[in-house]
């Protein structure tokens, strides 16, 4: 609403208000008044028939209907025990049934007192009435008259100051109007003004020549300046706390004291698992673990927590929490998964190194000190050197397999892709391992299918993808057995496939084989002389391609690696 509005109607309502009470005031106490007149009279008019009532009834009820047609009063005739001997409505007796009027409030007033007086509606007339009893002899005389004379006084009464009130309403809205229109017209300009500031652009503020308001333009014009210097502080502050937020690793939550979130950084939101514009839940409701609810409940609750780690959606999260002096709180989310991960593959990778070249050196050592302590005849000593010679041997290829999957993980190696011919790749890795394949009875077969007898990639990275399948399968093949390499076009790729008949991987293995240093059979693949790198060391070669690894397996019915490269097409079209 406007000023002038205000105005106006404030007026109006300090005028209707008093009309109001005017008007409420004539009708309590002009009917009071009126009532209590007419209470008086009714009382004169009662003791005057009382003095001239006949004692018989049937002329006293002859005597009382003549009486009330002549005043227009209603006369009723009451017996001690509340029978209506006489009612002015009938000409003669005998009456009709009437309830008895024992407990009416004028019958008991004037049998405590001398006169009783009561109003309101009667059940037998159907009007509203004011009744006056006193004792009579051996009952009571009670006389009635109608209140709508009363009414049809206070209503006159009424009309009379409503229409007084409605002159003065229009002369009050009329100087209302005037007032406020010669204050309304500079604040209307004032209020340009600051709609002007909250746009950004300089205002115009008025003159009025009126003190009060010429104080508050100049106080606005102070106020105008005061905040351009401190909102211009403010953005370049603001700026710079959201995009050091923004660029935090750590995730940042913050919100008000009713958990409303009012910032969450972007990578507090994609810990979360929310998108860069997805709705935020309160801050109660927007972890699930019980962990981090507690700590939110704790901070919340003014209790700042520094460091707790939790886990959310499978995830290590050291979270902290303190409030904040206004209320709410701000949450700092530190990931710290990979960390952990590393922690425990450098853990893992320092003890089964430690345990993978303990035994070879212990088993040199032994025989080395065996040698210098005594002369064993020549055959013996030749086993001790060649026991030597061959735990060196699975030393070096340890250290060998290590530092080619150093290589390849820290990303020194990148594979250089050229076209690999794999029905001569396979042929040439192969004969590797022919001698110790015949000596074992294991046979081997190649299958070339169609478009898929070349592959861009690095050609040394497929030789040793494929030396380390042939190697680990001819490892668990028994003699008899066979070793199938299969090259196919698949999902506009290349898919190597080593495949063997040995004894097969339980399936509870098959999801940890291409983990570094794990076995199935840890005591037959020590024996066989690997060093249970090799899976590992094919599967980070597949994919520093762009591919990736998988393995198929039944118990007693082999094995079979599938390496998938990608890039055939791309191959084809250049050859």
Same mark, same amino acid.
């Given at each position: 609403?406007?000023?002038?509005?205000?105005?106006?109607?404030?007026?109006?309502?300090?005028?209707?208000?008093?009309?109001?009470?005017?008007?409420?005031?004539?009708?309590?106490?002009?009917?009071?008044?009126?009532?209590?007149?007419?209470?008086?009279?009714?009382?004169?008019?009662?003791?005057?028939?009382?003095?001239?009532?006949?004692?018989?009834?049937?002329?006293?009820?002859?005597?009382?209907?003549?009486?009330?047609?002549?005043?227009?009063?209603?006369?009723?005739?009451?017996?001690?025990?509340?029978?209506?001997?006489?009612?002015?409505?009938?000409?003669?007796?005998?009456?009709?049934?009437?309830?008895?009027?024992?407990?009416?409030?004028?019958?008991?007033?004037?049998?405590?007192?001398?006169?009783?007086?009561?109003?309101?509606?009667?059940?037998?007339?159907?009007?509203?009435?004011?009744?006056?009893?006193?004792?009579?002899?051996?009952?009571?005389?009670?006389?009635?008259?109608?209140?709508?004379?009363?009414?049809?006084?206070?209503?006159?009464?009424?009309?009379?100051?409503?229409?007084?009130?409605?002159?003065?309403?229009?002369?009050?809205?009329?100087?209302?109007?005037?007032?406020?229109?010669?204050?309304?017209?500079?604040?209307?300009?004032?209020?340009?003004?600051?709609?002007?500031?909250?746009?950004?652009?300089?205002?115009?503020?008025?003159?009025?020549?009126?003190?009060?308001?010429?104080?508050?333009?100049?106080?606005?014009?102070?106020?105008?300046?005061?905040?351009?210097? =401190?909102?211009?502080?403010?953005?370049?502050?603001?700026?710079?706390?959201?995009?050091?937020?923004?660029?935090?690793?750590?995730?940042?939550?913050?919100?008000?004291?009713?958990?409303?979130?009012?910032?969450?950084?972007?990578?507090? #939101?994609?810990?979360?698992?929310?998108?860069?514009?997805?709705?935020?839940?309160?801050?109660?409701?927007?972890? #699930?673990?019980?962990?981090?609810?507690?700590?939110? =409940?704790?901070?919340?609750?003014?209790?700042?927590?520094?460091?707790?780690?939790?886990?959310?959606?499978?995830?290590?999260?050291?979270?902290?929490?303190?409030?904040?002096?206004?209320?709410?709180?701000?949450?700092?989310?530190?990931?710290?998964?990979?960390?952990?991960?590393?922690?425990?593959?450098?853990?893992?990778?320092?003890?089964?190194?430690?345990?993978?070249?303990?035994?070879?050196?212990?088993?040199?050592?032994?025989?080395?000190?065996?040698?210098?302590?005594?002369?064993?005849?020549?055959?013996?000593? =030749?086993?001790?050197?060649?026991?030597?010679?061959?735990?060196?041997?699975?030393?070096?290829?340890?250290?060998?397999?290590?530092?080619?999957?150093?290589?390849?993980?820290?990303?020194?190696?990148?594979?250089?892709?050229?076209?690999?011919?794999?029905?001569?790749?396979?042929?040439?890795?192969?004969?590797?391992?022919?001698?110790?394949?015949?000596?074992?009875?294991?046979?081997?077969?190649?299958?070339?299918?169609?478009?898929?007898?070349?592959?861009?990639?690095?050609?040394?990275?497929?030789?040793?993808?494929? =030396?380390?399948?042939?190697?680990?399968?001819?490892?668990?093949?028994?003699?008899?057995?066979?070793?199938?390499?299969?090259?196919?076009?698949?999902?506009?790729?290349?898919?190597?496939?080593?495949?063997?008949?040995?004894?097969?991987?339980?399936?509870?293995?098959?999801?940890?084989?291409?983990?570094?240093?794990?076995?199935?059979?840890?005591?037959?693949?020590?024996?066989?002389?690997?060093?249970?790198?090799?899976?590992?060391?094919?599967?980070?070669?597949?994919?520093?391609?762009?591919?990736?690894?998988?393995?198929?397996?039944?118990?007693?019915?082999?094995?079979?690696?599938?390496?998938?490269?990608?890039?055939?097409?791309?191959?084809?079209?250049?050859?």
């Amino acid at each position: 609403m406007t000023f002038t509005g205000r105005v106006i109607a404030g007026s109006l309502l300090v005028l209707v208000t008093s009309v109001v009470v005017l008007l409420w005031t004539a009708d309590v106490a002009l009917r009071r008044d009126l009532e209590d007149e007419v209470a008086v009279t009714l009382r004169r008019e009662a003791l005057v028939v009382r003095e001239g009532l006949p004692a018989d009834p049937a002329e006293a009820q002859r005597w009382i209907y003549r009486i009330g047609n002549e005043t227009g009063y209603r006369i009723t005739l009451i017996g001690r025990d509340g029978t209506v001997t006489g009612e002015s409505d009938y000409a003669a007796l005998p009456l009709p049934a009437i309830e008895n009027h024992a407990s009416r409030p004028e019958v008991r007033a004037a049998l405590a007192d001398s006169f009783g007086v009561s109003k309101r509606r009667s059940a037998t007339v159907g009007r509203e009435l004011i009744y006056v009893a006193i004792p009579s002899g051996a009952g009571f005389v009670r006389v009635a008259a109608n209140l709508d004379q009363v009414d049809g006084v206070v209503h006159r009464a009424q009309v009379a100051v409503g229409l007084a009130a409605l002159v003065a309403l229009l002369i009050g809205t009329i100087v209302a109007w005037i007032a406020a229109g010669s204050v309304t017209r500079p604040l209307m300009a004032i209020t340009e003004a600051a709609r002007t500031i909250a746009a950004g652009q300089p205002p115009r503020f008025p003159h009025s020549g009126i003190r009060d308001i010429d104080t508050l333009v100049q106080a606005l014009r102070q106020m105008h300046h005061e905040l351009a210097i =401190r909102f211009e502080t403010l953005r370049n502050e603001q700026a710079e706390s959201a995009a050091l937020v923004a660029a935090m690793v750590e995730g940042v939550v913050a919100a008000d004291a009713r958990g409303r979130i009012l910032t969450a950084n972007p990578a507090a #939101r994609q810990l979360l698992g929310y998108g860069p514009d997805a709705a935020l839940p309160e801050l109660q409701q927007l972890f #699930r673990g019980r962990d981090a609810r507690q700590i939110v =409940r704790l901070v919340s609750e003014g209790t700042a927590v520094d460091g707790e780690e939790v886990a959310i959606d499978g995830r290590k999260v050291v979270l902290s929490g303190h409030p904040l002096p206004t209320g709410g709180a701000i949450l700092v989310l530190h990931d710290q998964t990979e960390v952990r991960r590393l922690e425990a593959v450098r853990r893992d990778f320092v003890a089964n190194v430690s345990h993978e070249l303990k035994t070879p050196l212990t088993s040199i050592s032994g025989y080395a000190e065996t040698l210098l302590g005594e002369r064993p005849d020549e055959t013996t000593e =030749r086993q001790f050197l060649e026991t030597i010679l061959a735990n060196a041997h699975r030393m070096q290829r340890l250290v060998d397999d290590l530092l080619d999957l150093s290589r390849i993980e820290s990303g020194r190696w990148q594979p250089e892709r050229v076209a690999v011919d794999l029905a001569s790749a396979s042929a040439e890795v192969w004969a590797e391992f022919a001698e110790r394949g015949t000596a074992r009875g294991v046979s081997w077969e190649t299958e070339i299918g169609e478009g898929a007898s070349v592959l861009p990639a690095d050609p040394e990275g497929v030789r040793l993808v494929l =030396r380390n399948l042939i190697d680990n399968a001819l490892r668990y093949t028994p003699a008899g057995g066979r070793i199938t390499f299969r090259a196919v076009r698949e999902e506009e790729g290349v898919a190597l496939q080593v495949e063997d008949t040995g004894a097969g991987i339980p399936t509870e293995h098959l999801s940890r084989v291409f983990e570094r240093f794990y076995r199935v059979d840890p005591s037959r693949s020590r024996a066989e002389g690997g060093t249970g790198l090799g899976l590992a060391i094919v599967r980070h070669t597949v994919e520093a391609h762009g591919g990736r690894v998988s393995v198929e397996s039944q118990l007693g019915a082999g094995t079979r690696v599938h390496c998938w490269f990608p890039g055939a097409e791309t191959l084809v079209t250049e050859l």
